[in-house]
């Protein structure tokens, strides 16, 4: 079976390839194809990969290029994670958001805008060169922002793209660790968007175990959800909310520990990992050791300038572990490859799942997946204020769709200007005309 990795020269695809060592099963992948546009980046992680498959009987075969067509011709599994405009594209979208006094996180916010109307139109010839060359492929998603790129390559390749992230796992795991819960066996109720959901129960045996965590102050400040947005917050809600919610219901306190910030996450990760990829261009550097320092340190400062805003300091090491991304996607590939059943937070087309939303858009919910697809669990509706805050973000998403398929720049100030986070239309305006002055991606956007 071939998995083709679009951002094979992406840090993480490592992650990917470790998590494909272990699976020895009959149906397993044999091939993995990395494409990046990076020549250089490309030759990087295929050292590592080479060094972390050395010595693991039948470990997949792995080969690189820069040819789209080629990397796609053949795949079973397309795992996208590409970045249009790298690094140095997140961290103009949080400089130029920022100045404006608004945040430029990447998948939220203005920067999430920004990067939205840079990667749709990419993504969107990507599905159509998959359906082009690969008909029968299924595509997993890991692109930023996951649900509105997921939803712009659905209207290509319909249910056979799906959207993956690793929060809602990792907030499950956290949740079932502190209640004493195996997650494995544990049901997640977890709803919303990408980035933008709420774990509202997680059932053990058919009984809900969240009340006894909610009336529990030591254990609900004890973990990084309860330090983040602090045990009262989290009982008003009855719910513990996504780490990416804390931009909207802490949003001057984020905005002014990022600008208060000596950098940007996205301009630190463009120092770290370029740092990294320089390393590696040296001859006799060990390619697996670079990688895993570079990556322990990537995950102990991530959302640093929230916990700053928050008073909380750095992460606990039991906080450390993502939900794991690179296992959702060999879950996933698992489920459909071999028709084993699989439980999975996946981001998928609605088709009722949320009375607020047509059936089209794309939500971020438990799924049963087998060799037919994921097909999303009917969930309790959500409360007004989580319906106010989905229906307006997935509108602000329709219309950087609509933006990126009519190159519209009227419509473009429209998706900035309806945002939550953003507070005015002459900012919107602003935000818009310094992105297309910075961005070449952009140039699309006529009148």
């Known amino acids: 079976m071939k998995l083709t990795i ?112 840079r990667t749709v139109p990419v993504a969107t010839h990507i599905a159509q060169r998959v359906a082009a060359l690969a008909p029968d492929a299924w595509v997993i998603n890991f692109t930023n922002p996951a649900g509105l790129v997921t939803e712009a390559m659905s209207r290509v390749l319909g249910d056979r793209v799906v959207g993956i992230c690793d929060s809602p796992v990792g907030l499950g ?26 774990l509202r129960g997680l059932h053990v045996g058919g ?40 931009y909207y219901y802490f949003n001057r306190e984020a905005v002014r520990a990022y600008r208060q910030a000596e950098r940007t996450r996205g301009a630190y990760l463009l120092d770290q990992q370029a740092g990294f990829y320089r390393e590696m261009g040296k001859p006799g550097t060990p390619p697996l050791a670079a990688w895993h320092r570079t990556l322990a340190d990537r ?30 996607a060999l879950a996933l590939m698992r489920a459909v490859a071999r028709n084993e059943r699989a439980t999975l937070i996946l981001n998928v ?7 607020a939303l047509d059936a089209d858009a794309v939500v971020e919910v438990p799924c049963f997946v087998d060799a037919t697809g994921a097909h999303p669990v009917t969930v309790a509706p959500l409360p007004y204020h989580a319906v106010g805050l989905v229906t307006a973000v997935k509108a602000v998403e329709r219309e950087v769709l609509a933006a990126a398929e009519s190159g519209s720049r009227t419509t473009a100030v429209k998706a900035f200007a309806l945002h939550p986070l953003v507070d005015s239309v002459a900012v919107a305006r602003r935000l818009l005309a310094g992105y297309t002055d910075e961005h070449p991606g952009l140039a699309y956007l006529r009148s």
Request: no cysteine.
């Open 6 to 117: 679009l951002g094979g020269g992406g840090f993480r695809v490592p992650l990917v390839y470790g998590a494909l060592l272990g699976d020895h099963a009959e149906g397993r992948v044999t091939h993995v194809t990395l494409h990046d546009l990076d020549a250089g980046r490309l030759s990087a992680i295929a050292r590592v990969l080479a060094e972390q498959g050395a010595g693991v009987p039948d470990a997949p075969e792995v080969t690189a290029t820069t040819d789209l067509d080629e990397a796609l011709r053949g795949a079973d599994f397309v795992f996208s994670a590409i970045r249009v405009g790298g690094l140095e594209g997140r961290a103009a979208d949080e400089r130029i958001a920022l100045a404006e006094g608004v945040l430029g996180q990447e998948t939220v916010g203005a920067g999430g805008i920004a990067y939205g109307l």
């Open 173 to 198: 795991r956290r949740v079932a660790r502190i209640l004493g819960a195996d997650p494995d066996e544990a049901w997640i109720d977890y709803v919303g968007l990408n980035h933008l959901g709420w």
């Open 207 to 246: 009984r809900d175990q969240l009340p006894r965590l909610l009336a529990d102050e030591r254990a609900l400040g004890s973990f990084e959800e309860g330090r983040l947005f602090g045990p009262e917050w989290l009982r008003s809600l009855g719910a513990i909310p996504n780490e990416y919610l804390h």
């Open 299 to 328: 995950e102990a400062t991530y959302m640093a300038a929230n916990r700053e805003a928050a008073g909380i300091g750095e992460r606990d090491e039991e906080d450390l572990e993502s939900g794991g991304y690179e296992k959702v």
């Open 349 to 355: 087309r609605n088709r009722g799942t949320l009375s």
